[in-house]
C-alpha cells in the first residue's frame, strides 16, 4: 500500500479550537439553521456550516510547498484534485 503522508496535520494542528462548546451545542436547532443554506450557513457562525471563514495570507504556503517538493511538480505540472466531502 502507500505511505501516510501528512502534509496539512501541522497546519491542522496548529489551529485552536474549542472542541467542548461545539460538543455542548445545540446540535439540532445548528442542524436545522444549517439546512437552510443562507446566510449563516456560507458566512454565519461555523457551528452551522462553512461561515467563520477568515483569509489569512501565507497560510497554505508550508503545504503547497510540501506538496510542490513531495511530488517533483515543476512548472506545467498537471495535478488533480479529488476532493470528498
Known amino acids: ?3 501516510l503522508l501528512e502534509i496539512v496535520t501541522p497546519l491542522h494542528r496548529a489551529t485552536r479550537r ?4 461545539r460538543m455542548n451545542d ?3 436547532a445548528c442542524m436545522l439553521k444549517a439546512k437552510e443554506y443562507e446566510y449563516d450557513y456560507w458566512d454565519g457562525d461555523r457551528r452551522y456550516g ?3 471563514y477568515q483569509y ?4 497554505w504556503k508550508p503545504v503547497a510547498a510540501a506538496l510542490v517538493e513531495t511530488y ?5 505540472s498537471k495535478v488533480l484534485d479529488v476532493g470528498c466531502r
Open 1 to 3: 500500500m502507500g505511505r
Open 18 to 21: 474549542d472542541y467542548l462548546s
Open 26 to 28: 445545540d446540535k439540532v
Open 50 to 52: 462553512y461561515g467563520g
Open 56 to 59: 489569512i495570507p501565507g497560510r
Open 72 to 76: 517533483s511538480l515543476v512548472p506545467g
